[in-house]
């Protein structure tokens, strides 16, 4: 199967650093995407790896291991609005087209 | 530039009823997702168009759930006949020529089967 782990919950304080992170059991595959959603609003697009290494877009980070399976999303100097919904997937297993989602991982940022 | 919209954005009806949902993709875009988020649950893909085409619908549960793309354009996702399990929150994705770049989501049709 395709299985994709998240931790259901995480909780971090402003200011903070917090990974997330991501496994999964599938072989072969174009790339990991990270998405950001707002409870009652549309996933948006954070961070996306090919290659193995560390992605960096401002004060979000994406690590990508193939051989390891493991994906993580670094978030820096955290602010009250990123509390969300942050969510893996995987793209392009076995030659398909579809996105494979996780079950996301809920962020409560505290004051 | 108008972002991915669904339509409508909240459904409520009774099982055995019938429901179509929409889903105006951004303009351009030759990539259509369709996927589906029961609560509690992941984000589950049902089927892609490329233009007109259903490239896979494997994801698609069973015969009640028709999708369709005329043109190319707009999309609409038929459910018919409903039934409880059927609920959930139905979103629709699209995406540029190219199968490597990022999915743009509308904010979802929820649909809840009384």
């Known amino acids: 199967g395709q299985n994709i782990d998240q931790p259901t919950e995480m909780t971090a304080t402003e200011g903070a650093i917090v990974q997330i992170n991501c496994t999964y059991q599938?072989?072969?595959?174009?790339?990991l995407f990270w998405y950001q959603q707002h409870a009652g609003e549309a996933p948006t697009f954070l961070s996306y790896n090919v290659l193995d290494g560390l992605e960096e877009k401002g004060r979000f980070s994406s690590f990508l291991s193939r051989s390891k399976g493991y994906s993580y999303l670094l978030l820096k100097e955290l602010q009250m609005k990123d509390s969300a919904s942050y969510l893996c997937?995987?793209?392009?297993?076995?030659?398909?087209?579809?996105?494979?989602f996780g079950t996301g991982t809920r962020l409560k940022v505290l004051a | 530039e108008a972002g991915v919209t669904q339509f409508p954005s909240h459904s409520v009806i009774e099982k055995g009823q019938t429901v179509t949902l929409r889903c105006d993709p951004i303009?351009?875009?030759?990539?259509l997702y369709w996927y589906r988020r029961v609560m509690g649950k992941e984000i589950k893909f049902l089927l892609h168009?490329?233009?007109?085409?259903?490239?896979?619908e494997s994801g698609m549960p069973n015969n009640r759930f028709l999708a369709e793309r005329t043109g190319g354009t707009y999309s609409t996702l038929k459910v018919q006949p409903a039934e409880l399990e059927d609920s959930g929150v139905y979103f629709c994705?699209?995406?540029?020529?190219?199968?490597?770049?990022?999915?743009?989501f509308g904010e979802g049709s929820r649909l809840t089967v009384l």
């Open positions: 168009f490329v233009k007109e085409s259903k490239q896979d």
């Open positions: 994705a699209s995406s540029q020529q190219g199968l490597t770049g990022e999915l743009f």
């Open positions: 303009s351009g875009h030759d990539n």
């Open positions: 599938t072989s072969g595959f174009n790339g």
């Open positions: 997937a995987v793209f392009g297993v076995a030659g398909t087209y579809k996105y494979i």
